[in-house]
């Protein structure tokens, strides 16, 4: 009997979830699995960068200019000698730093416009829906130009006007889940229970809206590097003296006729980077959403017992 009982109580812990099944779920879809490597690759690129690169990104040698990829420049040179693959390393450092700016901003303003429009008293959750829907007029380039060109271009600009412009996004996305959920059996359980909003808010409303605001944070990230290079590209976003993909590419795009490999890195690096993030969202809200899961489990399921059914 006590075998039974310990085999029973295995089945059991066996049987329920661990907290991190969503991460094999997660690596098991090949989208989520290749956007999970590109961006462990930039983020651990960014922090090597942080202290080591195989040369100097701001020395200038004019005797190695324009060298090919090969040994011990492995990704060639520029105009000025300097090593592209250091200057890509140091900007991995300012692509992480945007894109998690950027997603915290978004994230505290995504979450406090959707609270107050799907929360509050009818009056304040219609002047919320106002609100967002004037921001949303407004692109989040454009804004960013527009702030760059009173107070100066830098970083921070970026990450401002990407945070802020994407919040509204995901509060325009999130507030009709807030209130669907909102009226769930469990959310009206917790409220008799005696929990107050801010904690049925926490518990309850947002884990369920967790996928959609997770796809909408990897979209804000994805558009802050962009962001980042572009007005860079334009010269808007980083300084000169920061390492930056974007500036990277303005620089070389005037000799693509000449040396056009040298071009393919930074670009390739910008677009590696945005995909990745785009992809790990996808993978990130069909690992985290329950009903998914279950859907992918019952399809696995039906497959499994088809054929025991016909033999």
Do not use: C, K
């Not at 860079?232 to 500036?247: C, D, H, I, K």
């Not at 590696?272 to 069909?286: F, H, P, S, W």
């Amino acid at each position: 009997m006590t075998g039974r009982a310990d085999a029973a109580t295995d089945a059991a812990s066996d049987a329920r979830p661990s907290r991190w099944a969503w991460l094999g779920r997660l690596w098991r879809l090949s989208t989520g699995r290749f956007g999970l490597i590109v961006v462990i690759v930039v983020v651990a690129t960014a922090i090597v960068a942080r202290f080591w690169t195989p040369f100097d990104p701001q020395q200038v040698d004019i005797s190695a200019r324009w060298l090919p990829p090969g040994w011990p420049h492995l990704l060639g040179t520029d105009a000025t000698g300097r090593d592209i693959l250091s200057l890509i390393m140091a900007g991995a450092r300012t692509t992480v730093w945007v894109a998690v700016g950027a997603g915290v901003i978004a994230t505290l303003v995504g979450i406090a416009l959707a609270s107050l429009g799907a929360l509050t008293a009818r009056w304040i959750r219609e002047s919320v829906a106002v609100f967002v829907d004037i921001l949303i007029a407004f692109p989040v380039l454009i804004i960013a130009m527009m702030i760059a060109a009173v107070w100066g271009g830098s970083l921070w600009v970026v990450i401002l006007s990407v945070g802020i412009g994407f919040g509204v996004n995901i509060a325009r996305v999130t507030r009709p889940e807030l209130r669907r959920v909102l009226h769930s059996d469990f959310v009206l359980a917790g409220r008799a229970s005696g929990l107050s909003p801010s904690q049925n808010l926490v518990r309850h409303l947002l884990p369920n809206v967790a996928p959609v605001f997770i796809v909408q944070l990897s979209w804000a990230m994805a558009v802050a590097v962009l962001a980042e290079a572009g007005l860079s590209y334009l010269g808007f976003g980083a300084p000169v003296t920061e390492p930056s993909w974007g500036l990277l590419l303005a620089e070389l795009q005037q000799f693509i006729t000449v040396h056009p490999l040298s071009v393919v890195w930074p670009g390739l690096a910008i677009t590696l980077t945005v995909l990745g993030l785009n992809l790990l969202g996808d993978g990130l809200r069909e690992a985290t959403d329950p009903t998914l899961s279950r859907a992918r489990g019952a399809g696995r399921v039906a497959r499994t017992h088809i054929p025991e059914v016909v033999s």
